[in-house]
Structure formats: structure tokens, C-alpha cells
């Protein structure tokens, strides 16, 4: 397999900053999914690999989140296809980062969610065709950094983390499977986990690098 897609986080042709249709006509905000984001295009929130929110006067949190839905490329993640990468954990109480897929109202395949109030848990999630792990391990904690794996089989989506494989869902995606690919720090509301402690006001996480490869180029 060879790598179809390396992640450019500053390329506007590559990815779209604030705005998914994965949150209620775009955006910016999604307060039905508990979350506290006003989803921002500003470059500093998003483009450089780090993935930022800060706390608005309003008490929402401007936060960045790069989609390749509606960009130039429009590069999809299809079946058959692994995607690598390599993250440093968010330490900040509230903070909610994500790397994960979408398209059209679904398709979605959490690559990770992390929530700092558990701090040892990775959530690794198909909700394509149903599928659900708690990954508790010590390696997983703020700040920490995490080598992520994820083969998006038909039958079975398979995980690894730092190289040991943790879940296989055994549900897959189908053979016609394809979504958008999208990476994010939401800040969560307390619906579903802590949110941010007084006084907090910026978070981040950081992506070192994000490939995807495919069979075949």
C-alpha cells in the first residue's frame, strides 16, 4: 500500500476550516451534540497542527476543525483504505478532540475521541454499522503522544495503538463505503463529560502527521 493522502493542515485546497456539514447547516455551532465549539476559519485554530479553542466573551469556545468536504481535492476515505497517525492528547479538562469521518448525514468512523476526565481511555467508534471500544490504557494520558492505526475493512474495521492491535469491530463498512475526512477539538458542555474548569481559557491538541493509505496507489 502507498500513502494517497499525507495531511497538509495548511493546504485550502486540501481541507476547508470551520465549517462541516457534520453540524447543523455547517455551523458554526452544535449544542445538541453537548458541545461548546463556535467552529472558526481563522488559521491560528486549526492550520498548523495544532488544533485550538479559546474561550469567547459569549461563553462559547472558538475552535478549529479541518474537513476535506467541500475543499478542492474532496479526498473521501474509502474501504480497503488505513489511515496512520500520530497525536498529542489534550490536557485541559473540557476538551474533546477527534479525528473521524463523515458524509452525508453519516458514514461516520471515530479514528479517536479523547476526553481528559478519563484520562487513560481512548473511544474508538463505527457508527456506520455499529461497533463500539473503550480502549483503557496506560500509555493513553494528557499530553501524551499516540500512534493511531485504523483499517477500514468491508467486514470488520480494525484499530491499533503504538502498534498493538487493540479492537476489531467485526461489522466493517461495506464494500462501497466512503466519507470525508475531518479532524477537530470540540469542547464539551458536561452533558457527557466535564467540561472546562473556571479560569481555563484555551486548549489544544496537536497532529503530527496523518496518511492515509490505499491498495494500488
Request: contains cysteine; glycine residues 14%; aromatic residues 10%.
Amino acid at each position: 500500500m502507498s500513502a494517497t493522502f499525507t495531511a497538509d493542515f495548511a493546504s485550502a485546497a486540501q481541507r476547508i476550516a470551520g465549517r462541516s456539514w457534520a453540524y447543523p447547516g455547517g455551523g458554526p455551532v452544535n449544542p445538541g451534540d453537548g458541545k461548546l465549539n463556535h467552529l472558526a476559519d481563522d488559521s491560528f485554530y486549526c492550520r498548523s497542527g495544532a488544533f485550538r479553542a479559546a474561550l469567547r466573551p459569549d461563553g462559547l469556545w472558538n475552535a478549529g476543525l479541518l474537513t476535506t468536504e467541500g475543499s478542492r481535492g474532496g479526498f473521501m476515505v474509502r474501504t480497503g483504505d488505513v489511515l496512520e497517525a500520530r497525536v498529542r492528547l489534550a490536557r485541559a479538562l473540557g476538551a474533546w478532540p477527534a479525528i473521524w469521518t463523515w458524509r452525508d448525514g453519516g458514514q461516520e468512523i471515530d479514528v479517536f475521541e479523547y476526553h481528559p476526565d478519563n484520562p487513560d481511555v481512548l473511544e474508538l467508534s463505527n457508527h456506520v454499522n455499529g461497533g463500539c471500544h473503550y480502549h483503557r490504557d496506560p500509555a493513553v494520558a494528557p499530553g501524551a503522544w499516540v500512534d493511531l492505526r485504523v483499517a477500514f475493512g468491508d467486514r470488520s474495521v480494525v484499530w491499533w495503538v503504538n502498534g498493538r492491535r487493540v479492537f476489531a469491530d467485526g461489522t466493517g463498512v461495506g464494500r462501497h463505503w466512503s466519507a470525508y475526512l475531518i479532524v477537530n477539538l470540540s469542547v464539551s458542555a458536561g452533558q457527557h463529560h466535564a467540561p472546562p474548569d473556571a479560569g481555563v481559557t484555551d486548549m489544544s491538541f496537536r497532529v503530527g502527521h496523518l496518511r492515509v493509505h490505499r491498495s494500488g496507489g
